[in-house]
Each structure stands twice: as C-alpha cells, then as structure tokens.
C-alpha cells in the first residue's frame, strides 16, 4: 500500500530562478507544498525523496514575464530540481 505525505513548507530563492524559458521567479520566499511517497516494507514504511511544488496565480506568472496569463487562475510549477541544485532552499 502507497502512503503520501503532504506538508506545507517554505521554499526562498536567493536569486531569480528561471522556472522555463521567460518565466523568472523573483528573489524571496514562498509558500510551497513538500510531498513524498511511502511504500510499506517488512521494516517499516520506506519514503521517497521529497518533491517540492509552488503555485503562482495567473497575475504572479505575468509578472514574471508569462504571456496569455489572462484566463488562467493558477498553475503548480514542481521546483524540486531547483531545490537539489541548491538555487532554492528550504526555510
């Protein structure tokens, strides 16, 4: 049986951050969401590595240099790689 676990983290960006091509996410911090997969084993539950997401409305993502922002309400950018290059960080 596959367990996940949610939590509600802070992620800062002590530089921008290219998120894909146009899109810069400014320096400063953020409220995210860490998730993780559980698989039950015979010594315990065995978790994944973390995953770390972020969701900007449409008016953050034009602001950040996305275009035809305006019918979209949100969207979750998975920053995980950015977290293990070390360009975000957990606070």
């Known amino acids: 049986m596959t367990q996940v676990r949610k939590q509600s983290v802070h992620l800062t ?3 921008s951050v290219e998120l894909e091509a146009g899109v810069m996410m400014s320096p400063g911090r953020y409220v995210g969401q860490s998730k993780q997969l ?3 084993t015979l ?3 065995s978790w994944t590595q973390p995953e770390y997401t972020i969701e900007f ?3 953050q ?3 950040m240099g996305a275009k035809n922002m ?4 949100s969207i979750e950018y998975d920053v995980t790689k ?3 290059l070390g360009q975000i960080t957990l606070s």
């Open 13 to 15: 960006a002590r530089s």
């Open 38 to 40: 559980g698989v039950a």
């Open 43 to 45: 010594n315990g539950v």
């Open 57 to 59: 409305s449409g008016q």
């Open 61 to 63: 993502l034009a602001a």
């Open 70 to 73: 305006s019918n979209v309400i």
């Open 82 to 84: 950015f977290v293990r």
